[in-house]
């Protein structure tokens, strides 16, 4: 994927086999395949690669899932991810977000190539339930606890997802520039509340202002 290579069609059906899902479930580190995976999203061809994982059946040795994930996870997730990923891949080229640092373009593949398992959760030890994408980089991958847990929004794939989720419900109003039932969406009161305090010289703030602004401040 990095070099734009095309594998050999022996290789694609000897890499796909059951023998090397087996090999790649059971003897490499997790460690060790959350460091490539790393490198592939973070290379010049994430879409070829995650699209490989695919091909090849190995997306779901990879990003293994818990076994009692809720709704369980469909045997064509990779073909889904891989269009989320392939989707934020080329919005990235666009000169809006071409800005992104590294770190940056690293989360928001991430995000995207998530994006389907957002609702997906387990049930841990104490039967709490956990978003699947915490266990995915904690456990799968093995990497950094600050990608998958909540805190700091712009260092988190699950805050982005959240943030995501509270976007998609002002686009309605974004499109129509109506006035947008504000009231039913909890979570943009105490913002709203924050950006009315400061604005002393126009406290009637019309609702079309409202809806920019929370698409503005980060959440």
Same mark, same amino acid.
């Given at each position: ?95 809006? !977000?071409?800005?992104?640092? @590294?770190? /940056? ?5 991430? %995000?995207?190539?998530? =994006?389907?398992?957002? +609702? ?53 109003? !974004?499109?129509?520039?109506? @006035?947008? /039932? ?5 979570? %943009?009161?105490?913002? =709203?509340?924050?950006? +009315? ?23």
């Amino acid at each position: 994927a990095r070099f734009g290579f095309t594998l050999d069609e022996e290789l694609k059906q000897d890499a796909s086999s059951e023998e090397v899902r087996v090999a790649l479930g059971e003897k490499i580190s997790r460690e060790r395949i959350g460091n490539e995976i790393d490198l592939m999203i973070s290379g010049n061809g994430p879409v070829s690669a995650v699209t490989y994982l695919s091909d090849l059946k190995l997306f779901g040795v990879v990003f293994a899932f818990p076994s009692s994930s809720e709704p369980a996870p469909s045997e064509d997730c990779g073909s889904l991810c891989k269009a989320y990923l392939e989707a934020m891949w080329s919005l990235i080229q666009t000169p809006e !977000l071409a800005k992104f640092n @590294g770190e /940056q373009r690293r989360l928001a593949l991430y %995000a995207a190539l998530f =994006l389907p398992f957002r +609702k997906t959760v387990y049930k841990d030890n104490k039967g709490k339930l956990i978003p699947d994408v915490n266990h995915i980089f904690k456990f799968s991958l093995k990497r950094k606890t600050s990608d998958a847990e909540t805190g700091k929004p712009s260092n988190m794939i699950i805050n982005i997802h959240r943030t995501t989720e509270r976007f998609l419900s002002l686009i309605h109003s !974004l499109e129509s520039k109506s @006035g947008a /039932q504000l009231d039913n969406l909890d979570w %943009a009161t105490d913002i =709203l509340e924050h950006w +009315k305090s400061i604005s002393l010289d126009d406290p009637e703030i019309p609702e079309t202002s409202k809806i920019r602004v929370l698409t503005c401040i980060p959440l």
